[in-house]
C-alpha cells in the first residue's frame, strides 16, 4: 500500500529513465485531454451550439475567475491557469475508475510545483528585468536575503507536498474502507464506498485543484511584485 508500481526503465541518453504506472496514466490522461481538444475545435461557429457553449462558459469563468484574482494585467495567464486546473483535476478524478491518482506520487506533485515556479520566476525576470529582479531578493533590507530566498525556495516544495499528502490520504482512506468491506461481503463494496468517492475523489480533489491554482495566481502577482 502506498508503493508506486514501477515497470521496466528507459535508458536515454545514458540515463535510466524509470517508468511508473502514474507517468502512464498521465500520458493516457494528456492524449485524452488532446483528442478532447481537437473535437471541440472541429466545426466551430459563430451562434454556437451545445458543445461549444458549454466550452465558451469554461473559458469565459477561467477568464474571469484570473482577472478577479490577478487582475486585468494578468490576462495572458488565462490558457495557463485553465490549463493547469483541467490537468490537475484530471488527474485527481481517475480515483473514481479504480485507478491511482498521479497526485499520489510526490515526484508528479513535484513536477507541477517546479513548473509553476519557473512560470513565475521567468514572468517576474521579463516583468522587471533580470537586475531587479536579483536585487529584489535584499528587500526591504539585506538582511532579509536569506529568509526571501528560502520562502521563494519553498514555494514548489509547499506546495507539492499539500497536493501529494491529500490526495495520498484520500487514496489510503479509500483503500482502508475497501479492505474492510471485502471481509463483510463483495457485495458492500458496491454501494457503501460510493458517498465516499463523492468526497475523497470528487469534492476532495476539486477542492486540492482549486487550492493548487489560487496559490499560483496568487504567487504570481506577489513575486512578479517585488
Known amino acids: 500500500m502506498g508503493q508506486i ?17 502514474s507517468l502512464i496514466v498521465q500520458w493516457v490522461i494528456v492524449l ?32 474571469k475567475t484570473v482577472e478577479d484574482t490577478m487582475g486585468k494585467d494578468f490576462k495572458s495567464f488565462v490558457p495557463f491557469i485553465g490549463t493547469l486546473g483541467i490537468y490537475l483535476i484530471a488527474m485527481n478524478f481517475v480515483g473514481l475508475f ?14 507541477m510545483g517546479l513548473i509553476t515556479f519557473m512560470v513565475i520566476q521567468g514572468y517576474t525576470i521579463k ?11 535584499a528587500k526591504p533590507v539585506a538582511v532579509l536575503l536569506p529568509i526571501n530566498i528560502m520562502e521563494r525556495i519553498m514555494l514548489p516544495i509547499s506546495l507539492s507536498l499539500r497536493l501529494f499528502g491529500n490526495m495520498f490520504a484520500s487514496t489510503i482512506i479509500m483503500e482502508l474502507a475497501y479492505s474492510s468491506l471485502s471481509k463483510i461481503t463483495w ?13 475523497f475523489d470528487l469534492f476532495d480533489g476539486t477542492i486540492q485543484m482549486v487550492i493548487f491554482v489560487m496559490l499560483t495566481m496568487i504567487n504570481i502577482v506577489i513575486i512578479s511584485e517585488h
Open 98 to 111: 479504480g485507478i491511482k491518482p498521479p497526485t499520489t506520487d510526490f515526484s508528479t506533485t513535484l513536477g
Open 32 to 63: 485524452g485531454l488532446s483528442l478532447l481538444i481537437a473535437f471541440i475545435n472541429l466545426n466551430l461557429k459563430k451562434i454556437p451550439d451545445k458543445k461549444q457553449s458549454i466550452v465558451e462558459i469554461l473559458v469565459e469563468f477561467v477568464g
Open 127 to 137: 516583468k522587471v528585468g533580470i537586475l531587479h529582479y536579483f536585487t529584489g531578493y
Open 5 to 21: 508500481t514501477q515497470l521496466p526503465s528507459v535508458n536515454l541518453f545514458g540515463y535510466n529513465f524509470q517508468i511508473t504506472l
Open 187 to 199: 457485495v458492500a463494496q458496491l454501494g457503501i464506498p460510493i458517498p465516499l468517492h463523492m468526497y
